[in-house]
């Protein structure tokens, strides 16, 4: 069978207050292109289909019009599994309807691993893959809170739940590939932070689990697995070096720190169990530009992005000498009458912003974590007492990200 991979489509995120309906819809029907020219057997959606738990009605609208396009001719296949972003319960309500189109959707983790084991059927109607579709995995999906237990306990437990459910699912895959008594590859899709897996500034990629336990090991997949299909890094890699092993990435740049990247879509071709496997990469469906410097530097970028016709959108950052005060009447008059679009004025004047961090810094520059070191900061606690409230202030965030996984 031939598949294509794929995860993080976060549709119905913004970038700075602009909505970007445009761009998910110019990828989706590139997407539905590209399965149909590749001829595409199964495609796999390794989470974060949403951006948050409660995506708009032009979201969902995005996401149903794409899967009846793409699941349309017989005998191909859509996997589709839940990632921290997502709702697993929204994803899941319409499941029963969605399987008659063979659109196989896996939002909550379950107590029966063949919930999370599926065969597909070839062109010939035969079982020619079996995929364990494995969501994301809460916190509370793996373990047992218990009390008075330390992090390095929550961290341990994490990781054996982790373990534990995969070997499972797993097991059962490869238990269902031994009763037909014929080589089937067997892949498995997870959304997790594999160790050693590269983030970028800005992307929005969140810590898992509570304490230092940001990323899993290898080691804990089961060695029947043919291909692993990861989501939630948005650049798209090889882990521990393994062709086998992957994150197909975000197809879309979540934000200006994945300006320069090159997105792709894995496409995965099997012969017996052994995978080929090769990227394809995602146009650019909207221009996205950093201009970094003084005012003169500035102002030569946005002369050239004007003289080409540019439709960009710009993140400034101001490292001038002079005050900031009237840079975005500037900016605003340097891009008059073309169709560049400025979404971030930011500046990085040290001085400047000692003297008056409330103008010159917002929110959007900040992740929660360093909201609440500056709160520590003002507040003057003592250092020694600083790492148990973080720790405590961290696995309260994890909780609520969790109960609401849109939750910023």
């Not at 031939?2 to 976060?10: E, F, G, I, R, Y």
């Not at 409660?54 to 009846?68: G, V």
């Not at 992090?151 to 437990?157: A, G, L, V």
Request: aromatic letters at 6%; hydrophobic letters at 40%; proline letters at 5%.
């Amino acid at each position: 069978m031939k598949v294509l991979h794929t995860s993080d489509w976060h549709i119905g995120r913004s970038l700075y207050g602009r909505k970007r309906y445009e761009e998910f819809e110019a990828f989706l029907d590139w997407l539905t292109h590209v399965i149909e020219e590749e001829n595409i057997d199964a495609l796999l959606v390794a989470g974060d289909v949403f951006d948050n738990s409660t995506p708009s009605n032009r979201a969902q609208e995005l996401y149903y019009r794409f899967l009846a396009r793409v699941a349309a001719p017989a005998g191909r296949h859509v996997v589709i599994t839940a990632g921290n972003h997502d709702s697993p319960s929204l994803l899941d309500a319409p499941r029963g309807l969605l399987r008659f189109l063979n659109v196989h959707v896996v939002g909550c983790p379950s107590d029966s691993p063949m919930d999370e084991v599926i065969m597909l059927a070839g062109p010939d109607r035969g079982p020619q893959l079996i995929v364990c579709a494995i969501p994301y995995l809460r916190d509370r999906d793996i373990r047992i809170a218990e009390a008075g237990e330390s992090i390095e306990d929550k961290e341990r437990k994490i990781i054996e739940g982790i373990r534990a459910h995969y070997r499972a699912v797993c097991e059962t895959a490869r238990e269902k590939r031994d009763q037909l008594g014929r080589a089937i590859p067997i892949v498995t899709m997870g959304h997790l932070f594999a160790s050693g897996g590269q983030t970028a500034e800005g992307d929005g990629v969140r810590e898992l689990y509570v304490g230092t336990l940001a990323q899993v090991r290898t080691d804990i997949f089961p060695d029947c697995i043919d291909y692993l299909a990861l989501g939630h890094l948005h650049i798209p890699q090889r882990v521990g070096g393994s062709d086998f092993v992957r994150y197909a990435g975000s197809p879309l740049p979540i934000g200006f720190g994945e300006a320069d990247q090159e997105k792709s879509v894995v496409i995965v071709e099997f012969s017996g169990t052994m995978p080929a496997v090769a990227t394809l990469p995602v146009p650019r469906f909207q221009e996205l530009t950093t201009l970094e410097g003084n005012w003169e530097t500035i102002a030569h970028g946005i002369d050239r992005l004007r003289s080409a016709g540019s439709s960009t959108w710009l993140e400034i950052v101001y490292e001038g000498d002079e005050i900031a005060g009237s840079i975005r009447e500037r900016l605003d008059e340097a891009i008059e009458g073309t169709a560049i679009e400025i979404l971030r004025v930011k500046s990085n004047r040290v001085v400047e912003r000692a003297l008056s961090r409330v103008d010159t810094e917002t929110l959007d520059e900040l992740d929660a974590g360093e909201v609440f070191d500056r709160c520590l900061e003002a507040y003057k606690v003592p250092e020694e007492q600083r790492p148990a409230l973080i720790n405590a202030y961290r696995e309260i965030t994890v909780s609520l990200l969790e109960a609401d996984p849109g939750a910023e």
